[in-house]
């Protein structure tokens, strides 16, 4: 009885994700921009570029630009916490480099997170327009 109910449920989530997915509203010959979230437009009209192929002919909008901000001072304070931790200043100090170097794994690791995290358009595009 359990189990069945829980595939129930997993069946449920996965026809709901299905639906979302093939539930696009659709125009044609429309400004991408001027269209809802959630739309396919097929022979988009653009007025900054010409695009050929698929790209010419359909055009789909899915997500709400993103308003996050960038903390750059977070970013700022992992490098010089990395340029702190440098080879030469771990080699006099007699620190363990296992533990130590480039802050520590975990330090990295944060590090390579808050980048990933800024690989999105929209915050890329945030960066640009500033």
Same mark, same amino acid.
């Given at each position: 009885?359990?189990?069945?109910?829980?595939?129930?449920?997993?069946?449920?989530?996965?026809?709901?994700?299905?639906?979302?997915?093939?539930?696009?509203?659709?125009?044609?010959?429309?400004?991408?921009?001027?269209?809802?979230?959630?739309? #396919? +437009?097929?022979?988009?009209? %653009?007025?900054? =570029?010409?695009?050929?192929?698929?790209? *010419? #002919? +359909?055009?789909?909008?899915? %997500?709400?630009? =993103?308003?996050?901000?960038?903390?750059? *001072?977070?970013?700022?304070?992992?490098?010089?916490?990395?340029?702190?931790?440098?080879?030469?200043?771990?080699?006099?100090?007699?620190?363990?480099?296992?533990?130590?170097?480039?802050?520590?794994?975990?330090?990295?690791?944060?590090?390579?997170?808050?980048?990933?995290?800024?690989?999105?358009?929209?915050?890329?595009?945030?960066?640009?327009?500033?």
């Amino acid at each position: 009885m359990i189990y069945s109910r829980r595939i129930f449920f997993l069946l449920q989530y996965f026809l709901q994700r299905i639906f979302r997915l093939f539930s696009f509203a659709v125009y044609f010959g429309r400004y991408p921009a001027r269209v809802p979230n959630h739309s #396919i +437009v097929f022979f988009p009209c %653009r007025q900054t =570029s010409v695009s050929c192929g698929l790209a *010419g #002919i +359909v055009a789909l909008k899915d %997500r709400k630009p =993103s308003e996050e901000k960038i903390d750059i *001072g977070s970013l700022e304070f992992q490098v010089e916490t990395i340029e702190g931790n440098c080879f030469g200043n771990c080699h006099e100090n007699g620190l363990s480099l296992k533990t130590e170097y480039l802050g520590g794994r975990e330090h990295v690791r944060s590090l390579l997170q808050s980048v990933r995290n800024l690989k999105q358009n929209d915050l890329f595009f945030n960066i640009l327009q500033n």
